[in-house]
């Protein structure tokens, strides 16, 4: 069988079938196949190829290697011609479901005074929508509609905001399916913001202007709030994985080109999901939930910068409440990089008097991290120490200066611990 009739005969197993899953030998082959022979297939054979092979792109069964083998294929292989059929065929594709609140041309509409609108009929006939969708292979197209939306060029959007928007919203708005649908549009909207429109200050698409931070910005956040135990914590960090950088995503396309905006939603999510919720719902419980938010903590004060002082205060109380001294939290060198990179963070970020004015309450950190290492694990705490060394040089650099008297004390105070300041 030659490489065309063997792609043509893949393109009809994928037809066929929509739980058919190609093996990786198989996919690997297609690829190969479609790489090789592009420039003999017809546009129709072009087009049903690129189709096919990037039904899998998503696909949980697939490794990331060969996944990005697929989606690396389907951008060497597609031409504007194919692209153009390709977003022809994948428009009756997406979950067809009409949404109010969006335009035709895929702004946010305005809004309307409030009135009763009773919507029980209307909600079994969505879910009858959205079931025959699923039936029909509707989940494979989501893989479609994220390898198109990464080859869509930025002045492209505008144009195709009609079918991108609902598509990637309806999806988002799904109740059936937490993991395999609503999380994949959140995926979707991801790659919409951060690749097809980007982060520019002078956009070439003014995303601000279509009104649309309203539709996701309230969907993006409720998402955060599935916690454990009320949600698998496996599940619940693929959740955190995937919302966090789509909702920055979101704030720095929206507001490109007013950072001080960008930076009082950045700082609302840091002070009122992260160090109000997260930390003191997971902290005691799940350590790896924990350590990840510590880092996205840490992303919040990158964006902020000196912007971030106004927290300071609050991520000393809780670092130290809900970890350093938390003795519930047995294993403490497991957490104790990650506590001390975003205490080192806000250091050197923050104006160098306010790290001044909180010197004792940072040192505090340090020491009593020290000190329950020791009793805890006796000589197996040297990662500890060596982290807290390292806060203390942080503030140190910073351009605290101790006195004698402190030095002298503290220094005695944690000497077997070999800890000076």
Request: proline share 4%.
């Amino acid at each position: 069988m030659d490489r065309v009739e063997r792609l043509r005969s893949f393109n009809k197993r994928v037809k066929d079938s929509v739980e058919f899953i190609p093996d990786s030998s198989e996919l690997k082959t297609a690829c190969r196949d479609l790489i090789d022979c592009s420039n003999s297939l017809t546009n129709a054979d072009r087009v049903r190829s690129l189709e096919s092979v990037s039904y899998f792109c998503l696909s949980p069964q697939i490794s990331p290697q060969l996944k990005n083998e697929c989606e690396s294929c389907f951008r060497a292989v597609l031409n504007e011609e194919s692209l153009a059929t390709i977003i022809d065929d994948i428009r009756p594709m997406l979950l067809q479901v009409k949404n109010s609140r969006i335009s035709e041309q895929g702004r946010l509409r305005q809004q309307e005074a409030l009135i009763l609108n009773p919507k029980k009929g209307l909600v079994f006939e969505e879910d009858d929508i959205r079931s025959k969708w699923a039936q029909v292979g509707g989940k494979r197209t989501i893989s479609l509609f994220y390898v198109v939306l990464g080859q869509l060029r930025t002045k492209d959007v505008s144009s195709n905001l009609g079918w991108i928007v609902p598509g990637i919203l309806n999806l988002m708005d799904d109740t059936s399916d937490l993991e395999g649908i609503k999380l994949q549009g959140v995926l979707l909207l991801k790659r919409f913001l951060s690749e097809t429109v980007g982060y520019s200050y002078q956009p070439q698409f003014d995303f601000s202007s279509t009104g649309l931070v309203k539709a996701f910005e309230p969907i993006l956040t409720s998402m955060w709030y599935h916690f454990p135990q009320s949600t698998d914590p496996v599940l619940t960090k693929k959740i955190w994985d995937t919302v966090f950088p789509t909702l920055i995503a979101l704030y720095r396309v929206e507001y490109s080109s007013r950072p001080q905006q960008l930076s009082e939603n950045v700082s609302k999510f840091l002070s009122e999901v992260l160090l109000q919720v997260t930390i003191p719902r997971i902290a005691m419980d799940y350590p790896d939930l924990t350590i990840d938010t510590l880092k996205r903590i840490e992303t919040c004060v990158q964006i902020l910068r000196e912007k971030s002082v106004i927290h300071l205060q609050r991520v000393i109380h809780v670092s130290g409440e809900y970890l350093i001294c938390n003795v519930h939290i047995r294993n403490l060198k497991h957490i104790a990089h990650s506590v001390v990179s975003v205490l080192e963070a806000f250091i050197e970020e923050c104006p160098t008097d306010r790290i001044i004015a909180h010197r004792y309450n940072l040192l505090a950190c340090a020491l009593v991290m020290c000190e329950r290492s020791f009793a805890e694990e006796k000589l197996q705490g040297e990662e500890v120490y060596i982290e807290c060394r390292s806060l203390i040089k942080a503030l140190n650099s910073k351009g605290v200066v101790w006195t004698d008297e402190e030095r002298q004390t503290v220094n005695g105070r944690a000497k077997s611990m070999d800890i000076k300041i």
